[in-house]
């Protein structure tokens, strides 16, 4: 079962612009993860949230947590063609497993 | 590298036969974890490790899987007469525990003919 689940599925911005993705979930949380994969390599950790954190900064990523809303937002600023990847959220289910939403496909245009 | 290893990267086998895969955790991690990912998903639990015990397997793991996790470092996960379906991105994680940052391997590719 889905726990997160990432909108939208796919984005296609200029180099240059910022992308902003989102993620719901279903259930409370102790804390919220976003990965990046680049195609057909394994998932790289980006940034981890608490719960009792609202927003949290790592380079050009920001990242939002809105417990009551179940939902987080990835932003990244200034984009670059490296930054063309899929990019999913996760969260521990029960403590014991993380559960990942479908991801969102980003596409940076030179 | 003190990362997540897993090997090997690719594999091709004919179907029905059986494939084994290994992943080296980081050294620290307790828990440890295979992920299944097909074309276009998310990845899908199949089970995790907290040392060297098996705490949980996904209905997703048919009886011809297996894993296993000797002594509580490396693990492995023996797929037995493989079908087509059985055909994608494997990917093991470890962690602390069930709180902090899980951190992935590179994944291996199978591919069933």
């Known amino acids: 079962s889905q726990q997160g689940e990432e909108d939208p599925q796919a984005l296609s911005i200029q180099e240059g612009e910022n992308a902003t993705m989102n993620c719901s979930y279903k259930?409370?949380?102790?804390?919220l993860q976003w990965y990046r994969q680049n195609s057909g390599r394994g998932l790289v950790h980006l940034i981890l949230?608490?719960?009792?954190?609202r927003e949290k900064h790592s380079g050009r990523l920001r990242v939002t947590l809105d417990t009551s809303k179940k939902s987080s937002s990835l932003l990244i600023t200034a984009s670059r063609a490296a930054d063309t990847a899929s990019y999913f959220c996760?969260?521990?289910?029960?403590?014991?497993?993380?559960?990942f939403g479908q991801g969102t496909r980003l596409t940076i245009n030179p | 590298d003190t990362g997540v290893s897993q090997n090997p990267r690719h594999k091709i086998t004919k179907r029905g036969q059986n494939v084994t895969f290994r992943c080296d955790p980081i050294s620290e991690h307790n828990r440890l974890y295979w992920y299944r990912q097909t074309l276009g998903q998310g990845p899908e639990f199949l089970t995790y490790f907290q040392n060297e015990a098996q705490l949980e397997k996904s209905r997703l793991l048919s009886d011809r899987f297996s894993a296993e996790r000797p002594k509580g470092s490396f693990s492995t996960l023996e797929i037995q007469r493989t079908e087509q379906g059985d055909s994608a991105m494997y990917l093991c994680?470890?962690?602390?525990?069930?709180?902090?940052?899980?951190?992935f391997g590179q994944g291996t590719r199978l591919t069933v003919v």
């Open positions: 949230i608490r719960s009792n954190e």
């Open positions: 259930t409370s949380i102790n804390n």
């Open positions: 996760a969260s521990w289910s029960g403590a014991q497993k993380l559960v």
């Open positions: 994680a470890s962690s602390l525990d069930g709180f902090t940052e899980a951190f």
